[in-house]
T-cell receptor, first 115, second 111 residues
Framework: AQKITQTQPGMFVQEKEAVTLDCTYDTSDQSYGLFWYKQPSSGEMIFLIYQGSYDEQNATEGRYSLNFQKARKSANLVISASQLGDSAMYFCAMSGYNTGNQFYFGTGTSLTVIP | DGGITQSPKYLFRKEGQNVTLSCEQNLNHDAMYWYRQDPGQGLRLIYYSQIVNDFQKGDIAEGYSVSREKKESFPLTVTSAQKNPTAFYLC??????????FGPGTRLTVL
């Protein structure tokens, strides 16, 4: 069974500071992908970053980086230099090779950036 | 511009009525998905389709139906059998093993 756990319902960060959003996962697949999405109040889901299970380097996309610790089954999102526009819900997701392209989402973390 | 469109943005339904939510993509993606999101919660998979004329149930398919007659289109019908249909519905598509692309969503309210 696939499962994504996000244990932080809400987080606050000062503008221009870095913040880490936690994500742990459980899977029996050897090959899988990990994803982070941002959902502003408008409701759209915006793809942020992807990490493959066989990627040796942590993924980075601009101010976003993914701290991938395979042995611990964690895939934390790091946002550097937070901006007011980063205030949103953030979802961690996983897709496994043996699960037929299904995605499994966590319950999300609400991030608020304080001026 | 390539993307996913969902219509309508807001939908109101009386109890006992069936309603159909539209999802169209021009990304030439093979796989399409429907999710339901309730307030303060994550996304739950309703149905997905990997190719035309084929689809599979997700975790919460009861009370919903879909069709996939064209690659570009994956409409979702919320039937009267769905007892608590008020929610935010998101359609997505993908190709290969990478990320899903999402539409803007439809907010369904039962009156």
């Amino acid at each position: 069974a696939q499962k994504i756990t996000q244990t932080q319902p809400g987080m606050f960060v000062q503008e221009k500071e870095a913040v880490t959003l936690d994500c742990t996962y459980d899977t029996s697949d050897q090959s899988y992908g990990l994803f982070w999405y941002k959902q502003p109040s408008s409701g759209e889901m915006i793809f942020l970053i992807y990490q493959g299970s066989y990627d040796e380097q942590n993924a980075t996309e601009g101010r976003y980086s993914l701290n991938f610790q395979k042995a611990r089954k964690s895939a934390n999102l790091v946002i550097s230099a937070s901006q007011l526009g980063d205030s949103a819900m953030y979802f961690c997701a996983m897709s496994g090779y043996n699960t037929g392209n299904q995605f499994y989402f966590g319950t999300g973390t609400s991030l608020t950036v304080i001026p | 511009d390539g993307g996913i469109t969902q219509s309508p943005k807001y939908l109101f339904r009386k109890e006992g009525q069936n309603v159909t939510l539209s999802c169209e993509q021009n990304l030439n993606h093979d796989a399409m998905y429907w999710y339901r999101q309730d307030p303060g919660q994550g996304l739950r998979l309703i149905y997905y389709s990997q190719i035309v004329n084929d689809f599979q149930k997700g975790d919460i398919a009861e009370g919903y139906s879909v069709s996939r007659e064209k690659k570009e289109s994956f409409p979702l019908t919320v039937t009267s059998a769905q007892k608590n249909p008020t929610a935010f519905y998101l359609c997505a598509s993908k190709v290969g093993g990478r990320e899903q692309f999402f539409g803007p969503g439809t907010r369904l309210t039962v009156l």
